[in-house]
Nanobody, 128 residues
Framework: QVQLVESGGGLVQAGGSLRLSCAAS????????MGWFRQAPGKEREFVGYIYWTGGTSYYADSVKGRFTISKDNPKNTVYLQMNSLKPEDTAVYYC?????????????????????WGQGTQVTVSS
């Protein structure tokens, strides 16, 4: 069955680092894009970054550029979000999302409605 399982969330002090993992089990579906989004209390869901599965090109929101890095392990269908120099404003529930080839349409990027499957989310809290 299709599922995305996140891990690595937790509590960290400002300036610290945290690494999130998202393991995708997508049956016969082929990943085109794996994205990361976050949602803080009272805020709309916000784009963080994405990575193309075959070419490996990544893209980041301005708010995290230079601090966050997305990487992947294709044989394991796993994507990572390395978060450095964390700030209190990074506190949010972080979600991974997958866009698959079989569902067609334009390849997913910065918009949440472009993705086909979503993880359950993991809490990241940055203390000051």
């Amino acid at each position: 069955q299709v599922q995305l399982v996140e891990s690595g969330g937790g509590l960290v002090q400002a300036g610290g680092s945290l690494r999130l993992s998202c393991a995708a089990s997508l049956h016969t579906f082929s990943i085109r894009t794996m994205g990361w989004f976050r949602q803080a209390p009272g805020k709309e869901r916000e784009f963080v970054g994405y990575i193309y599965w075959t070419g490996g090109t990544s893209y980041y929101a301005d708010s995290v550029k230079g601090r966050f890095t997305i990487s992947k392990d294709n044989p394991k269908n796993t994507v990572y979000l390395q978060m450095n120099s964390l700030k209190p404003e990074d506190t949010a529930v972080y979600y991974c999302a997958a866009d698959v080839r079989e569902f067609g349409s334009a390849i997913a990027g910065r918009k949440d409605n472009e993705y086909d499957f979503w993880g359950q989310g993991t809490q990241v809290t940055v203390s000051s």
